[in-house]
């Protein structure tokens, strides 16, 4: 394993460029506290996994914004991410959790705008959803041309073997014609 990152802003930054390490050592550093509080207040390991991984995925996101400044510590923003989490499944699943007071777990007061965060994660989320439909729906070549494009980062000339077109002009071409149905199907399910 590599050696810790000494400051929460090296960590951020590591986080930022993909770095197992600094994601294994937030895992190591506040895991722990997330799955202890989680129990405590009526979730379980499971539920402490997914709540952790969740706002893993909301501070990778944040990390690699160049203008997130991090106001208070990287556990306690993870902790406040965390809380919010559970707190909104615990509304959805109508059941009430234990009252803790609003600033617990909260190492200072640093202006922590989370709830921001967790609205643009879960508006992302649906969003990708949304898109994951309107390409399942958008029909063959188009689905396997558009995800070898954008999820396999394959070259177009790559594609133009793969598919049969005559040349890379030929293949993207067809990927446009594909996004232009992928973006009508799309927006229209955004409309409904």
Not at 39 to 51: E, Q, R, T, Y
Not at 59 to 65: E, I, R, S, T
Not at 146 to 161: E, F, G, P, R, V
Request: proline letters at 3%.
């Amino acid at each position: 394993m590599h050696s810790p990152l000494n400051s929460e802003q090296q960590l951020l930054a590591a986080l930022a460029a993909g770095q197992r390490g600094a994601t294994e050592q937030l895992y190591q550093q506040h895991y722990h506290v997330i799955n202890g509080w989680l129990i405590k207040n009526g979730g379980s390991s499971v539920d402490a996994a997914d709540l952790f991984q969740e706002a893993m995925v909301v501070l990778f996101g944040k990390a690699q914004d160049k203008d997130f400044r991090l106001t208070c510590s990287i556990g306690t923003y993870l902790f406040a991410i965390s809380k919010h989490l559970w707190y909104k499944k615990l509304q959805r699943s109508h059941r009430e959790p234990v009252y803790l007071p609003d600033n617990a777990g909260d190492e200072d007061e640093g202006g922590i705008a989370y709830d921001d965060d967790i609205n643009v994660h879960e508006e992302r989320e649906a969003h990708y959803e949304q898109l994951d439909a309107a390409l399942d729906q958008v029909g063959e070549p188009c689905r396997s041309l558009l995800k070898a494009y954008y999820h396999h980062d394959k070259s177009m000339q790559d594609i133009a073997a793969d598919f049969g077109y005559t040349n890379p002009d030929n293949a993207k071409t067809q990927k446009y014609k594909c996004l232009a149905r992928l973006r009508k199907l799309f927006y229209t399910m955004q409309a409904k």
